[in-house]
C-alpha cells in the first residue's frame, strides 16, 4: 500500500537557518504529494502541494520539488523565523483524487531565536 | 473566513461507553473525510464520503465504529463500545471534490478513554 517516511523530529534550528525536511513515499501510479503544517493548537493547514513529476509547490517561502526518480518531496526555506515553529507533515493521494490521504508521521521544528 | 466545525473540541468517555463526534464541512464542498490522529503519528484515513454516499471505508474498524453523512452535508462519527486504544484526535476535514482539491480540515477533538 501506500507509504510516507519523513525524517524523525524534533529538528531545532536557530532563527534564519536554512531548512530541509526530508520526506520520500511509495505509492503505485503517480500520486500527487503535499505538505501540511499544524500550528500549535490549531488544524492541519495546507503548505504546499505538486501534482505531477518535476513540479515545485511553493508558499511563504517554503519549497518542495516533486521528484519522482527518487520518490522524494523534500521541504525546504531558505531563511527560517520563529513564527515556523510546527509539526509539517508530508502527504500523498493516489487514485486520481478519488482517495484521502496517506500522511507520514510529521516533523516537529522548533527555531529558537 | 470559511471553516470545519468540529465539536465538542474535548471528550472524556469510560471504557465501554459509547461516544460520539460531529462535523460540519464548508459550504458546497461534497467531499468530506475522517482522520484518526494518534499522539506523535501522522493523521490515518477512517472513512471518505462524497456527498452522502461513503466512497472509502476500508481502514473503519466497522465492528465498532459507524459514520453517517445522512444529507450530504454534516457528518457523525460514532464509536460503541469505546476502548483504551480508542484514545487519539478525531480528525474531520473537507474538499470541493476529492483530494485532487484542497483539503480543509477542523481543529478535531480530543478522546481519551478511561
Known amino acids: 500500500g501506500d507509504s510516507v517516511t519523513q525524517m524523525e523530529g524534533p529538528v531545532t534550528l536557530s532563527e534564519e537557518a536554512f531548512l530541509t525536511i526530508n520526506c520520500t513515499y511509495t505509492?503505485?501510479?503517480?500520486?500527487?504529494l503535499f505538505w501540511y503544517v499544524q500550528y500549535p493548537g490549531e488544524g492541519l493547514q495546507l503548505l504546499l502541494k505538486?501534482?505531477?513529476?518535476?513540479d515545485k509547490g511553493s508558499n511563504k517561502g517554503f519549497e518542495a520539488t516533486y521528484r519522482k526518480e527518487t520518490t522524494s518531496f523534500h521541504l525546504e526555506k531558505g531563511s527560517v523565523q520563529v513564527s515556523d515553529s510546527a509539526v509539517y507533515f508530508c502527504?500523498?493521494?493516489?487514485?486520481?483524487?478519488?482517495?484521502?490521504?496517506?500522511f507520514g508521521k510529521g516533523t516537529h521544528l522548533i527555531i529558537q531565536p | 473566513e470559511a471553516e470545519v466545525a468540529q465539536s465538542p473540541r474535548y471528550k472524556i468517555t469510560e471504557k465501554s461507553q459509547a461516544v460520539a463526534f460531529w462535523c460540519d464541512p464548508i459550504s458546497g464542498h461534497a467531499t468530506l473525510y475522517w482522520y484518526r490522529q494518534i499522539l506523535g503519528q501522522g493523521p490515518e484515513l477512517l472513512v471518505q464520503f462524497q456527498d452522502e454516499s461513503v466512497v472509502d471505508d476500508s481502514q473503519l474498524p466497522k465492528d465498532r465504529f459507524s459514520a453517517e453523512r445522512l444529507k450530504g452535508v454534516d457528518s457523525t462519527l460514532k464509536i460503541q463500545p469505546a476502548e483504551l486504544g480508542d484514545s487519539a484526535m478525531y480528525l474531520c476535514?473537507?474538499?470541493?471534490?476529492?483530494?485532487?482539491?484542497?483539503?480543509?480540515f477542523g481543529q478535531g477533538t480530543r478522546l481519551t478513554v478511561v
Open positions: 476535514a473537507s474538499s470541493l471534490e476529492g483530494t485532487a482539491t484542497e483539503a480543509f
Open positions: 502527504a500523498l493521494a493516489s487514485g486520481g483524487g478519488a482517495d484521502g490521504l496517506t
Open positions: 505509492a503505485t501510479g503517480y500520486p500527487s
Open positions: 505538486a501534482t505531477k513529476a518535476d
